[in-house]
């Protein structure tokens, strides 16, 4: 979340060109980031017609009104008069929670829209630049003339509402991995000892990334080393969020009451991923509960572990569409080998840890020619304090 | 090298504050990195009695004008009537391999010459202030009312003549390490397999830094399995370099006339490590060779290893000033683990080789508690395509 630098707004009638305006809604997008789910992040800029900026806008929450309504609001006919709206999805043309956004634009004086995506449903895609075309307003994808620029713009607008696009392309979970390692890419020591290696601001952007996904996953191993909280401790966020954990023989089910989880989070908000052949031993621990979590149960693959995609295809059904794996270095690795992770946020600390009494988040992960090494596509990086984070897409 | 982003030279007249004359002469310095050692860089700028930038120069090359000379040359006494003058070092008092620069400033009508560092060499430091002062110049060490940038200007006018601090404080060698990994911190694959790990821009940057040391020094691994030429390669520099190959006991000696290391550069700019034990058959395989490198003995430590400390000391009594170590895996971890490498340059790709089946450059350091960790002080992030590199100082 959050992959380009924030834009600040600029003053009224400072020209834009239409790449500055679309990356400037891209910008406003992300705002909507720890609120939206599983709505797509969307922002509007509205342009005069000089090319002046007028104002913007973006998709708030879930429900509330789209990214163009609040652009649009509270400005005259007289302003918006030849006006240029850039958005980053197509204008919705359907009815939903709120009114179509293209028939609401097709009323106003404007002269153009250009959006960023065509609306990714193949049923409804042109359906809202067809109203608008019909209302006698130019209505177009964006592109550029700087083919380069064009190219990173249209990443940006993918990347945006990428797990909306997963969601609605692949009808499965969007899977986020952070991880935080010394430069040398260890994440613990042998010993198990772990806390901390990034400092305050990763840790707080963190907190920020926990609330931009639907849920948290966790293996069994962090449970019982750190006994974490899980929860989102963010200065400006204030959210309740849904916590994964997997622990396919439900070893640790036994202690869920004296859990710091158990204790943070509404029982109906933590999902315990256990097999589907451990049910009868399940029943007769939850028995014993004074709080019992969700139990998911998942079929097992041939080593006998929990099938990742079997165990996200249940989470999609419960309704979750994006989770950000948090660790430690076995969950992460078996994602990585599955090859089920979209995004990666891998955060460095400037220490060496050393392999040698060390644990890397790889550690099951073999690859014997490079040619088959994995790619980080898009990667960007940011710093925080000491600190630097490379984010990017796996899959 | 370059360790902060290169600033370009303002218009004649801008107004600058100390903080960004010092800072410009910090960049300027740095212009000078692949052709001053064992010199310091130095970088001066000048501004005019209103605070309007006139010049700025470099110590260029070995042996060559001072920066100060640089920047002060083929401008009047008109223009320099109250000039400041900003020097990253402290003049020099002494005649050289050229005429002192305090006392070439004390002729001209300077008004006050802020300088960065104290002379490091205590028997002279302050005596070219007190030749400007003597003169009617002011003459003082470099601060700012602002805390936090004083100490960041500091940290790089340290930095920009580290290896110079260091050898004139120590009277040691100073050692760069670079390595390229994934990011998850792997050099090369368990079949040997590493190249290319990073991308072209990475690679060519590699090739000015080799230009910034005395010698690359490699373990006789990377010369077994890459065959590398370990020459400069790069565009805009032409420079022979030396070479420092550590094989303890002299085994790919015998292979001296086929390496392309041989064939590429002169016998002389090859120094070959091995114990002194081996001596004996070191000298037979010598005599069998067309060229023969030169050979450097060093004691073995308790388990039988060259001491690199006592190979650093023989490398410093031979010239050699710097030295960047290249690697493989085994030989930057003994300079991990001894404590000997005082500047890391960690080249990572945006891609995930697996720990599983690779090799980490940190294999055998071993860590058992975490506040044992080794801190990169002073990181700076640079990117290069899709690659980044942190640096920073180990010791």
Redesign the interface.
Known sequence: MELIKPLSIPATGTKLSPEQAMKLAISEAYKGATRVSPNPLVGAVVLDANGGFISCGHHEFYGGPHAEVNALKNLSSETLKGAHVFVTLEPCAHEGKTPSCAKMMAKLPLKKVTFGLIDPNPLVAGQGADILKNAGIEAEVFSSQNAEEEKEIKTQLEEVCEAFLWNFRKKKVFVALKMA??????VA?K?G???WITGPQSREYVHYLRACYDAIVVGKGTIDFDNPSLNIRHPEIKKDNKVVVIDGEGELLYRFDELKLSQVHAAENIFWCVAEEAKERVDKTLSKLKKTPQIVYVKTNVGGDLDLEALLAQLYAKGLRSVMVEGGAMTA?MF??SGLANRLY?F?A?????????R???????????KN?????N?R?L?FG?D?M?T?TLS
Chains 1, 2 share one sequence.
């Open positions: 390692s010394s430069i040398d890419g260890q020591l010993s000892e772990s806390q690795s990585i080998s891998m460095q400037p220490i060496i840890m050393g392999s040698g009494g060390a890397s988040w790889t550690e099951t992960v073999r690859i014997s020619e490079m090494k994995i790619h980080i596509k990667p990086y710093t000491n630097f490379i990017g």
